[in-house]
């Protein structure tokens, strides 16, 4: 069983920057995929980022690339997502989740994906304003 914590959120004026903390604990391996999802109430939840654990390979959101950074130091097993340029779209609860194997993980940008991830922090907000 893999447990997830998240920080670093807060509120922020466009155009600034944030970085988020995701810390594993628990039974982590080297093969799994790791990403950071967002929500907004009343929408689904949305893959933001992924990071092959093993050899650091990544996929961004359309919406998020130039702009924010995954990142994964594994002998601190902590997840890092840098978000440089912030807009107020940006706003939204944001979660790390973790999933077993790796030869799925650049396929996380779609709808659905939250699904095939096995552990799920609880979420750090993240304000946004204009």
């Known amino acids: 069983h893999v447990q997830l914590v998240e920080s670093g959120g807060n509120s922020v004026q466009a155009g600034g920057s944030l970085g988020l903390s995701c810390v594993a604990s628990?039974?982590?391996?080297?093969?799994?995929?790791l990403a950071w999802f967002r929500q907004t109430p009343g929408k689904d939840r949305e893959a933001v980022a992924s990071?092959?654990?093993?050899?650091?390979?990544?996929e961004y959101a359309d919406s998020v690339k130039g702009r924010f950074t995954i990142s994964v130091d594994n002998a601190k097993n902590t997840l890092y997502l840098q978000m440089n340029s912030l807009k107020p779209e940006d706003t939204a609860t944001y979660y790390c989740a973790a999933g077993q194997g790796v030869g799925w993980c650049l396929d996380v940008i779609r709808v659905g994906a939250e699904a095939d991830f096995d552990y799920w922090g609880h979420g750090t907000q993240v304000t946004v304003s204009s």
């Open positions: 628990g039974r982590t391996y080297n093969d799994h995929c």
């Open positions: 990071i092959c654990r093993n050899d650091g390979r990544t």
